[in-house]
């Protein structure tokens, strides 16, 4: 399949864009930088990425992400960044991404889900929310036998290290990366 990795230049989604390689997939790496360009929180570059990439069975979205805000965080835009990067950004993907897959294809995109509420964490539970419940609503809507899902992974051991926090309490995401790769494997198109 040729499969289309959007953030493929950070931890999670390189780490999925080499598990689909090694799974004999043809995968196009998409990033803010880069050949291939597209940035979720705008979106000409999601129309300019399908008018330049042709010929999609799948389409795997690992960009996007929020950072932790307080609650009394002064700025409003702390919170609109994660509404529109991850929430809106990817609804607009998966209504692009639609007309340009084959059929029988996909898409997979990123939520989040921590075991235990997190400070600053309350606008990404919301934000993760909302997409869940925008991929179970799109489902039946979906055309052409294609197929919506959402992984929600918790912290990567990579994120949680990089913080100076203890990498034991996150996955690898080597790891993370198995359970995209399982969802493009269940494709009629991967058969």
Not at 77 to 104: N, P, S, Y
Not at 143 to 172: F, I, K, N, Q, Y
Request: proline letters at 7%.
């Amino acid at each position: 399949m040729k499969i289309i990795v959007i953030g493929a230049g950070g931890t999670l989604g390189s780490a999925v864009a080499r598990r689909l390689a090694d799974h004999g997939h043809e995968v196009v790496p998409a990033a803010r930088r880069g050949p291939v360009r597209v940035d979720l929180a705008d979106p000409a570059t999601v129309d300019a990425l399908f008018a330049s990439v042709r010929d999609v069975d799948a389409v795997v979205c690992c960009a996007a992400s929020g950072r932790l805000t307080p609650l009394d965080s002064p700025s409003d835009e702390d919170f609109t960044t994660g509404l529109h990067g991850k929430l809106l950004g990817q609804v607009h993907l998966v209504r692009r991404a639609i007309h340009h897959l084959r059929d029988g294809g996909g898409i997979v995109l990123t939520g989040g889900t921590f075991e235990e509420p997190t400070p600053g964490g309350s606008f990404g539970a919301l934000v993760n929310a909302g997409l869940d419940a925008f991929a179970h609503a799109e489902a039946p809507e979906m055309p052409r036998g294609l197929r919506l899902s959402v992984v929600s992974p918790g912290w990567l051991a990579e994120t949680l290290a990089a913080m100076g926090l203890d990498p034991a309490d996150g996955t690898p995401a080597a790891e993370v990366a198995r359970r995209y790769v399982a969802r493009i494997d269940a494709l009629p198109a991967a058969g």
